[in-house]
Structure formats: structure tokens, C-alpha cells
């Protein structure tokens, strides 16, 4: 008989959007029966491109592939945290008495102290899947409930059944070759005469080029007077925000309907013309980082000049956003979502342009209205838990650099910030798969409804909102809740501004 060969794990972070280094990884330890074997792996997240306006290279995605080998592998369980693996219980014959067939690995990642926001540890479920990375897979991404953070590291055990390799993530990736797919997709419904879509005018085009010369996608399509700009994922590591455009899109277009689209996105697309970036920062999301494009420009401090030494945007630094506003002036706006995930909050919410100048009565009532729209479409959906506001006008103005601020007062119109939550949702839980790509698919469809309902409103003049429920009145939105082991968030404005900004 041949012997069993040595167990064996590496890891490695060469897909596009890996993130880590490997610090060290223990020897496996053989159990007494000679069936089990435990090994401890330690890693760092490694940081974007050092931010010069924000004076920090912030970390916090990261996205591994772990592949097992040497493993006797007789069950079609693919392993977990909470399988028990009981030595000498199952049927074998004395040929395998020696054979390993389980590998329980702990996983450190023994920096995560030193991340930009240690505080949305607490309550963080890391994901994971044994499938791949294509869009097939989706649904087989589950979350580690034995996730801890504890002396400033973060640690999740797991255990591996079968040869072969599992993805550990953050938050599920979304990759480049997926973005890509995305855009041929689209391009491909476009393109086909008298398709489905083509009664509504759709056009693909390149707005610019990122400096590592990948494209930026802009989809168009309807045939109203209105314009609405949605735009996702400039922070790279949010790769939530990049399958809420895919559904967005998957729906607008067609792709997968069968024969015609739906009713509701027909009204839609005779209210507006929408202009849709699937992805912002192709560059940040290649690289894995968290928030930065290739030279460290966090894009949504990227939308004005707001310091007298930092410029922005400019073409040396961050283009794509350069090349969005620049379309933006060009075809106007009037209804702005930035979509984003948000690390500590585990809620879906929305951040809007509280305190700065176009802050009033209209767009304060047409805020709460859209919200409460998109919640009767989408229960995941609410408005209580978010961002607090500013507590002045002055204290906002130091924010006209971030998206939502800056469209909405330089077209007078309503503009959003969408945060997905990286953990589970508490409106809806779900422990064992979290907040996950498919309700991030699910949302960006239900964004069709919200927009057409507050169509009416956009543009409307004198008291229009005497019509609105109280239900759809705006809420002060506050980011004190109970969870057990929650830490309180540090003051901080708009989406996701770092507590030392506040």
C-alpha cells in the first residue's frame, strides 16, 4: 500500500481583487487516530495606495483562496465551521485507518486591529464558497458563523472535507472578467436589432479611461425627459454595489427576460433617461483594495476642490470621476443614487445631502418620500438606521467633495447615497448566508419601482409633498441600535467618512 500523501494548504490571493499576505502557517498536527489534522494560518490585509487628502492607506477587503491537498476524501461535504468530526465514527476498512480525512484550519488575520474601521469587526461574518468566482456560483456563498474578533484579530475555523480549494472574502468579490461579461452582456442586448430594449434608445459608450487604461462604461437607455445618473462601487472593495448594477441592469435591458420586458420597467423607461456606471473604480476593484483607485484617490472626496492644496478631480488623479461630472454637466441631472456597502451598519440604508445648501423642504421631503418607495418595493429596505447628519451647515460644507453633496447642489436635484451592509441584514436575517449577492441583485431590480414612483415629484413645484403619507416624511436617521457586542460609531457625515474627518 502506497502512503497517504502529507496534507497540505496554500494560499494565495492571485485572482483579480485578492488581498492578503501570508505571515506564517502552522504545521499540520495529526490526531492521535490519525484521521484529523489542525494547522493555523496568519494573515494580513494589505493596504490600497497611500491617500494623501485623507493622510492613511486604508485596508479592510480582502479575498483568499485557500486549496487543500492530501486529503482521503469519502463524504461530498465540502466542510464548515460547525460540522462535527468525530474520530473512529465512521465506517472504514483498515486500508484507510492512516488516511487523513479531515484538515481544520484556524484563520487569523492578525492586523485587523490596524484596519481603517476595526469597530464593524464586531458582529462580521466572513464568506465563504467551494465553488468559483462566476456568477453560477452565487448561491453557494455561505457565512462562517465561528467568526471572532478578539485581541484585535479576527479568526473563523474551518474545515476542509475534500481536496481542492475554498474562497474566504469579506464580502464576495465581484472580478473583473465578471464586470466584463457584464458590459459584453449589455452591449450584446444593445446591439440587436429589434431586440427587446431597442424601442428605448440604448447606447454603450466609453466615458474615459482609468490611468491603469481600463475603460469606463456608461449604459443609457430610455426615452424620458427626465435624467437620472445611478452609479456604483467607488470604493472598490464595496463589490456589492457592482451586483446591484448588474440586476439594475439585467432588468432595464432584458437580459435573461423571456421575450419582453416587464410593465413597470416600460413606464420607467418613458419617464427617463438613465445613465448607469456599473463600476467606478475598475482599477481599486483589480487591485483588491478597500477604497482607493491605483494612486490613492478615494473618489468620493474626489467631486469638488474643497482644500486649497488638493485639486479635484483632475486627470493625473482620479479621471474617472473627472470624465463622469464632465457628462453629468453635459446632459444634466435630475435624480442622482451613488451606490455603496457600508462596513459597519447592518442595515440597508440611505445617506442623502443633509445641511448642505440645497437642503430644504423639497428635496428633504422628496429624500423621505423615495426612501419609503423603495421600501414598500424591497423590505430590506429602511430608514431609521444610517447615517446621522451633520450638526451644521458649516460642518457640512466640508463635504461638498463627496458625490451625493456635490450633485445634488450643483443640479438642485435629488441625490442619494445607497450603503448595502457587509454583515447580515437585520431587517431581514439570514445567519447562514447574510446580506449576500443575490439580495444585492435584488435590490438594484426593485430600484426600477422607486424610480418610477417619485418620478411625479422630481421636478415639481410649490407644496407637492401635502400629498405624502406620514410614512413617507423624512427621518432622522440615527446609528444607535441594539446588537449584542455592536461598539457605538464614532461621529462621521455622509458615506462611510472616517471618524478622524468628523
Request: charged fraction near 25%; include cysteine.
Amino acid at each position: 500500500m502506497s502512503p497517504s500523501p502529507k496534507v497540505k494548504i496554500s494560499i494565495t490571493a492571485s485572482h483579480d481583487g485578492g488581498n492578503i499576505e501570508v505571515i506564517s502557517h502552522t504545521e499540520s498536527e495529526i490526531s492521535t487516530a490519525g484521521r484529523t489534522a489542525k494547522c493555523t494560518v496568519t494573515v494580513h490585509v494589505k493596504p490600497d495606495v497611500y491617500t494623501e487628502l485623507e493622510k492613511i492607506a486604508h485596508m479592510q477587503y480582502f479575498s483568499f483562496r485557500a486549496f487543500v491537498s492530501g486529503l482521503h476524501s469519502s463524504t461530498s461535504s465540502s466542510g464548515g465551521e460547525n460540522e462535527d468530526v468525530e474520530d473512529g465514527k465512521e465506517e472504514h476498512n483498515e486500508e484507510e485507518d492512516n488516511s487523513i480525512k479531515f484538515l481544520t484550519v484556524q484563520y487569523v488575520v492578525a492586523n485587523a486591529h490596524a484596519v481603517s474601521y476595526p469597530d464593524a469587526w464586531p458582529g462580521t461574518t466572513i464568506c465563504y464558497t467551494d465553488g468559483s468566482l462566476e456568477s453560477s456560483d452565487d448561491a453557494s456563498w455561505r457565512r462562517n458563523l465561528s467568526t471572532k474578533y478578539v485581541d484585535g484579530k479576527l479568526t473563523w475555523s474551518q474545515i476542509h472535507t475534500v481536496n481542492g480549494s475554498m474562497f474566504f472574502s469579506y464580502w464576495p468579490p465581484y472580478t473583473y472578467n465578471r464586470h466584463l461579461k457584464l458590459v459584453a452582456d449589455c452591449s450584446a442586448q444593445i446591439s440587436t436589432r429589434g431586440g427587446i430594449c431597442s424601442d428605448y434608445n440604448p447606447t454603450i459608450e466609453s466615458l474615459a479611461q482609468t490611468l491603469e487604461g481600463r475603460e469606463i462604461e456608461c449604459i443609457s437607455i430610455g426615452n424620458g425627459k427626465l435624467t437620472a445618473w445611478i452609479q456604483h462601487r467607488q470604493h472598490p472593495g464595496e463589490s456589492m454595489a457592482e451586483f446591484f448594477a448588474e440586476g439594475f441592469l439585467h432588468r432595464l435591458l432584458g437580459i435573461g427576460a423571456d421575450g419582453e420586458l416587464d410593465d413597470a420597467t416600460k413606464i420607467m423607461l418613458e419617464q427617463y433617461r438613465l445613465y448607469i456606471v456599473p463600476c467606478m473604480c475598475p482599477d481599486g476593484a483589480v487591485l483588491g483594495h478597500l477604497r482607493t483607485n491605483s494612486v490613492g484617490a478615494n473618489q468620493n472626496r474626489e467631486w469638488a476642490t474643497v482644500h486649497d492644496h488638493y485639486e479635484a478631480p483632475t486627470l493625473e488623479r482620479s479621471p474617472e470621476v473627472h470624465a463622469v461630472l464632465s457628462k453629468m454637466d453635459e446632459t444634466g441631472v435630475d435624480f442622482f443614487l451613488d451606490v455603496h456597502g457600508d462596513e459597519e451598519l447592518p442595515y440597508v440604508f440611505f445617506s442623502g445631502a443633509e445641511k448642505t445648501p440645497v437642503w430644504g423642504d423639497r428635496i428633504k421631503h422628496l429624500h423621505g418620500y423615495f426612501i419609503s418607495c423603495f421600501q414598500r418595493a424591497n423590505s430590506d429596505v429602511q430608514k431609521d438606521i444610517g447615517y446621522p447628519p451633520p450638526d451644521s451647515e458649516e460642518a457640512a460644507l466640508k463635504y461638498m467633495n463627496v458625490a451625493t453633496n456635490q450633485v445634488s447642489n450643483r443640479f438642485n436635484c435629488l441625490g442619494l447615497t445607497l450603503e448595502m451592509p457587509f454583515k447580515d441584514c437585520a431587517t431581514n436575517p439570514d445567519p447562514e448566508r447574510g446580506f449576500s449577492p443575490d439580495r444585492a441583485k435584488n435590490l438594484g431590480l426593485n430600484l426600477v419601482e422607486a424610480l418610477s414612483d417619485v418620478h411625479p415629484y422630481l421636478r415639481a413645484e410649490g407644496e407637492f409633498w401635502s400629498a405624502f403619507s406620514e410614512e413617507d416624511a423624512y427621518v432622522v436617521p440615527t446609528d444607535s441600535f441594539k446588537e449584542e457586542g455592536f461598539v457605538m460609531l464614532k461621529k462621521r457625515f455622509y458615506s462611510d467618512v472616517r471618524p478622524t474627518d468628523a
